[in-house]
C-alpha cells in the first residue's frame, strides 16, 4: 500500500522520480506526488489527486521541476479522504522538511493534539503530516540538528512506516526510515535510491539491500550510510537482483494481468523443476529434518486474499496426503483468535509480496507461541521471508497486476509438492501414488499451455455473461477451494458481486437467491464428486440459472448431457485438477472485466501490497 521512491543522484530527479512511482503505481493510485530540492531553486513539491498520469501532466513529465535529488509518493489513502491535500509528500509548517510515508501512524491524533497545543497548523487530515511537522518542532529544538530529530520522532511515533524525509538544510542527501514497512536501498554508479519495491529501480541497478526495522539511512548520490535505531552504523548486505527488466514490463499486452496469466506455464515451470531430480521431490533449501517431520503433529496455514485460497487448497491435498490435521486460517483473523499453536506446530505462511501486513502480525504471532515458521513468497528479500525459519520462494517474478494469477498458481504447486514431501518422509503416500504425483507435476506446463491455447470459447461465455449483476461459483472438495480463487478474481476486477459455495451447501439457504438468468459457475473437476456436482448443478437448473460448467475432459461428455457450457481442462491427479482449473476462471474474469470497461490491472480500490491492517 502505497508506494515510495527516492533518488539522488547526478541526472534531474524528476523524470526518475516518475518512471519510479509509474512501476510503483500497483501499489496505490489515489494520488502521487514528489518533491525535488535544488539550490537555486529550493525545495519545490507538486503533487495532486488522481493517477500519475495527472501528476506527470502537471510537471510536464518532470521538467516543470529542477534538481538532481528528491522523493516520491503514489498513495492508497488511509486517512483522510484521496485529495489533492492529503496527497504525499507532506511539508512542515516552514516548508523546509519534505515527507513521503507508506504504513500507518497510530498515534497521530496525540501528536497532533500535542503539536496543536504548540501553534502548529495542519493542512490535511493524514497520520503522515504530523512526522513532517514533529520532524520540524524537534529540529527547531535540536538547534537545527536533523538527524537528531529524525530520532526523537522515530521514538515518538507508533505503528508501520517506511519514510522518505527531503530537507532544506540537507543539500546533498536525503533521509529514510523504516519499520514495519518495505523499503530497500538501491546502489547505483552516482545515483542511490529509496524504494518499495525493486521494480522502481530495476532500471537503473540491481545491486540493492533491504533496510531493517529500526535502520535510518541518510542517502546521497555517492553513498548511503545506514545507522541502527542507536545510532551506530551498520554494514548492509548486498543482494544482487538478477529479473530481466522485461519482466516487470507489459511487452506488448494490453494488460500486466493477461500477460501474467499466460506466463503460468513458464512460471510454474520455474517453481517445480529446481524441486524435482529423477522423479523425485527435493526441498534444498529446506532445514527441517526428516526427524522433525516425522514428528509433526499439526500443520498451520494463515495468509491473506488469493494466498489463503491457496490455503484452503492445501488443506485438502495436505490432509488426504499426511492424514494429519491441517488447519488454515485468514492471517487477519489468526491474529487475535487465541490459535491453538504451539512447538509442535509448523505455520505455513503464504505470500506473494511478503509485505502483508496481517499475514507478518500472524507469523510474530505464531513465533512467540513457539512454533516453526515455513514461508512461500514470491519477493525475495521481503520481510516475511527475512522473519521465517524457512522460506521457500515461487519463481513467478515480478507480479504487476493488482490481481494475481501467476503467484497463486505457483503456490499453489509448491504447496503442493511441500504435500507430497512431506508424506513420503511420513510414509503415508504409496510408490504408484508417488510416482503419478511426480509424472503430473512434471507435465503441468504443458497441460497449462494446453488450456491457455483454447480461449475463445472463454471469450464468448464472457462476452454473453458479461452484464450480470450476479455470480455464484458452486463445488464441491477442491472445486470449492477453487470456486473461492475463481470468484474472487471475477469480483475484485470486473466488480459484479460474485460468491463462492460448496454446493451441499446451497440448500441450506443461498439457493434462495437462486432466480431466472442468475449465473452460476459450476465446477466439476473435481471427478470422484462429480455426479453429486451435477445433482447440485440440476437443482439450480431447475430454479431458472444459466450455467457455465468446468470439468476435465474426460467428463465433458457427462456434463454437456445437462449443461449447454461446458469448459474443460485436461485431465490431471486429482490433486494438482486446481491448478489447471484456475486458468479459464482468470480468464473468464479478465473477459469479463475487459467487456464492462474496468481497469484491470488497477481495479478500484485495491492495492497490491496490503501493508495497513
Ligand atoms: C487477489 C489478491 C489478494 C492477495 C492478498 C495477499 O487477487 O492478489 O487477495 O492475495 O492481498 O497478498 P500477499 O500474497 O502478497 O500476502
Known amino acids: 500500500m502505497c508506494g515510495i521512491v527516492g533518488y539522488a543522484g547526478l541526472e534531474q530527479a524528476a523524470p526518475i522520480l516518475l518512471d519510479g512511482l509509474e512501476r510503483l503505481e500497483y501499489r496505490g493510485y ?83 493534539e500535542f503539536l496543536v497545543s504548540k501553534g502548529v497548523h495542519f493542512c490535511s487530515d493524514t497520520d503522515t503530516e504530523v512526522v513532517a511537522q514533529l520532524l520540524e518542532y524537534f529540529c527547531l529544538q535540536n538547534g537545527g540538528n536533523i538527524m537528531a530529530a529524525v530520532y526523537t520522532v522515530l521514538d515518538r511515533i507508533e505503528g508501520a512506516y517506511a519514510l522518505g524525509i527531503l530537507c532544506k538544510d540537507l543539500p546533498d542527501s536525503f533521509i529514510a526510515a523504516r519499520k514495519d514497512a518495505p523499503l530497500l536501498l538501491g546502489y547505483g554508479e552516482n545515483c542511490k535510491f ?91 533449501e529446506l532445514s527441517l529434518s526428516e526427524d522433525y517431520i516425522r514428528g509433526l503433529k499439526k500443520i498451520f496455514i494463515v495468509a491473506c486474499g488469493s494466498s489463503y485460497h491457496v490455503g484452503v487448497v492445501a488443506k485438502y491435498n495436505m490432509e488426504r496426503l499426511l492424514r494429519r490435521p491441517v488447519d488454515v486460517m485468514l492471517a487477519s483473523e489468526f491474529r487475535y483468535a487465541d490459535p491453538l499453536v504451539d512447538q509442535d506446530t509448523l505455520v505455513i505462511v503464504i505470500s506473494q509480496s511478503g509485505e502483508t501486513l496481517d499475514t507478518m502480525a500472524a507469523l510474530r504471532e505464531a513465533k512467540k507461541l513457539g512454533a516453526r515458521i515455513l514461508s512461500v513468497v514470491n519477493v525475495v528479500g521481503s520481510s516475511i521471508a527475512r522473519e521465517s525459519d524457512d522460506v521457500l520462494y515461487t519463481w513467478a517474478g515480478p507480479e504487476i497486476a493488482v490481481a494475481t494469477t501467476k503467484a497463486y498458481s505457483t503456490q499453489l504447486v509448491l504447496l503442493d509438492m511441500l504435500g507430497l514431501y512431506f508424506a513420503d518422509i511420513i510414509g503415508s503416500v504409496s510408490k504408484e501414488e508417488y510416482a503419478r504425483l511426480a509424472e503430473e507435476l512434471q507435465a503441468l506446463p504443458t497441460k497449462m499451455e494446453k488450456v491457455l491455447e483454447n480461449t475463445e470459447e472463454i471469450k464468448y461465455l464472457a462476452s454473453r455473461y458479461f452484464n450480470h449483476a450476479s455470480v455464484f461459483y458452486i463445488g464441491r472438495n477442491l472445486d470449492y477451494a477453487l470456486g473461492l480463487e475463481g470468484s474472487l478474481k471475477l469480483k475484485e476486477i470486473s466488480y459484479i458481486h460474485s460468491e463462492a459455495y460448496a454446493s451441499g451447501e446451497l440448500k441450506h439457504g443461498t439457493i434462495s437467491l437462486i432466480e431466472d438468468g442468475t449465473l452460476v459457475v459450476a465446477l466439476g473437476t473435481y471427478t470422484p464428486l462429480f455426479d453429486k456436482a451435477l445433482s447440485n448443478i440440476i437443482e439450480v437448473k431447475a430454479r431458472g440459472a444459466d450455467i457455465v460448467a468446468l470439468t476435465t475432459e474426460s467428463r465433458r461428455g457427462d456434463m454437456e448431457k445437462t449443461v449447454e457450457n461446458v469448459l474443460t481442462v485436461p485431465d490431471t491427479h486429482i490433486i494438482l485438477q486446481p491448478s489447471l482449473g484456475i486458468v479459464p476462471l482468470q480468464l473468464f474474469a479478465y473477459y469479463v472485466a475487459l467487456q464492462r470497461g474496468c481497469d484491470i490491472d488497477k481495479p478500484r480500490n485495491l492495492a497490491k501490497s496490503v501493508t495497513v491492517e
Not at 263 to 268: D, F, I, L, T
Open 30 to 112: 489515489d494520488s502521487a506526488g514528489i518533491a525535488v530540492l535544488s539550490e537555486g531553486k529550493g525545495l519545490q513539491l507538486r503533487k495532486t489527486k488522481g493517477r500519475l498520469k495527472v501528476l506527470s501532466a502537471l510537471v510536464d513529465g518532470g521538467k516543470a521541476l529542477e534538481g538532481r535529488m528528491g522523493i516520491g509518493h503514489t498513495r492508497w489513502a488511509t486517512h483522510g479522504e484521496p485529495n489533492d491535500v492529503n496527497s504525499h509528500p507532506h511539508l512542515s509548517q516552514n516548508g523546509q522538511i519534505a515527507v513521503v510515508h507508506n504504513g500507518i501512524i497510530e498515534n497521530y491524533l496525540e501528536i497532533k
Open 194 to 284: 529509496i524504494a518499495s519495491d525493486v521494480t522502481a529501480i530495476i532500471k537503473h541497478t540491481r545491486d540493492v539491500s533491504y533496510m531493517e526495522d529500526g535502520e535510518v539511512a541518510v542517502v546521497s548520490a555517492g553513498e548511503i550510510k545506514v545507522y541502527d535505531a542507536l545510532g551506530q552504523p551498520v554494514e548492509k548486505e548486498h543482494s544482487f537482483i538478477d529479473w530481466d527488466v522485461s519482466a516487470a514490463e507489459k511487452g506488448g499486452y494490453a494488460h500486466f494481468m493477461f500477460k501474467e496469466i499466460m506466463e503460468q506455464p513458464e512460471a510454474v515451470r520455474k517453481t517445480v523443476s529446481p524441486r524435482l531430480k529423477d522423479g523425485r521431490v527435493c526441498f534444498e
